[in-house]
């Protein structure tokens, strides 16, 4: 992770080359692009068109599509800490190099190695449990593999819970399978996104993104509307517009991209939450194409596989 804000020399030069600095929620930078002339566009402009990111050594222009290390910015701009920009020079190919750069936790083992052993394990020692844990799964998604989406049978809290893993073996939830209970999931300390894809396949342009991971499952089984090679993503909550900020700068998601987002019918504010969802990509990249739908019928997308488009 590199911080330029951390840099004041960095700091300075920019606010030099141009009238524009402007921090944005999301933590970008906007400012002045040098490469398209961008602040004599008009007379009097308002914003800016490049963007520099908050969490690696890379900037992209809106305007003139120009996608760049921060070295190259500084260089061209005449930048005079050399070393600032070796610096940057070293770390840049782990950085903008890839469209989609992110941040996290590598597993240290297979994940499907590690479900597959937890189901040996279940069947040798609490095969009436794994009976269980599977007709919970048929109910909540029919018949489908649980390897294929990381659900796994497991013990929390003395409950037997059907525990979701990401694609990274990261729990992302456990849904309470006991009958004699008071609530209905356990959710981990630290809030994960749910995928059973490889998230960093560049060919994704298409993303779907809903609440839960089970409503996840079914559209992805059961509504062919939707691209099959989309990547589907469930946040594990209501929160649309700090989770689609995290994927759009970590992910460094430059370009065009769709976003398909699945809300439930109990939404509360859906108008204003819509608005500020427009707002926030639009702020961030505006050239992500997004699309709202609510279930046709029933509370949410598991129930019936139709919706609307809103």
């Not at 070295?71 to 989609?100: P, R």
């Not at 809903?210 to 209501?238: C, Q, R, V």
């Amino acid at each position: 992770m590199f911080n330029f804000e951390e840099h004041p020399q960095i700091v300075n030069h920019l606010k030099t080359i141009s009238r524009r600095y402007h921090k944005h929620s999301s933590g970008w930078v906007e400012i002045f692009c040098p490469w398209c002339n961008d602040a004599i566009r008009k007379s009097n402009p308002s914003h800016g068109h490049l963007y520099i990111s908050p969490i690696s050594p890379f900037v992209n222009c809106f305007r003139c599509e120009t996608k760049a290390g921060l070295d190259k910015l500084l260089i061209d701009t005449g930048f005079q800490d050399a070393e600032i920009v070796n610096h940057l020079k070293q770390i840049a190919n782990i950085t903008y190099h890839s469209t989609k750069y992110l941040i996290r936790n590598k597993p240290s083992v297979d994940v499907k190695e590690q479900i597959i052993k937890q189901y040996q394990f279940f069947e040798q020692n609490f095969h009436n449990d794994l009976q269980r844990f599977k007709n919970y799964i048929y109910y909540r998604c029919l018949d489908i593999d649980p390897v294929k989406f990381f659900l796994i049978p497991a013990f929390n809290q003395h409950l037997l819970t059907a525990q979701i893993l990401n694609a990274d073996g990261i729990t992302t939830n456990a849904r309470i399978i006991t009958p004699f209970k008071t609530k209905r999931y356990i959710k981990p300390p630290i809030s994960t996104l749910y995928y059973f894809q490889n998230i960093e396949n560049h060919d994704y342009k298409s993303i779907i993104l809903t609440e839960g991971a089970f409503d996840l499952i079914n559209l992805f089984n059961f509504y062919n509307n939707f691209d099959k090679k989309s990547l589907y993503i469930a946040i594990g909550g209501s929160n649309y517009k700090s989770s689609i900020s995290l994927l759009i700068n970590n992910y460094l998601m430059i370009g065009k991209y769709n976003i398909h987002i699945v809300f439930d019918n109990e939404l509360q504010h859906l108008d204003k939450r819509i608005r500020n969802l427009k707002f926030t990509i639009n702020e961030l990249n505006p050239q992500i194409d997004i699309s709202f739908y609510l279930p046709l019928i029933g509370k949410d997308v598991s129930e019936i596989m139709m919706l609307r488009k809103i």
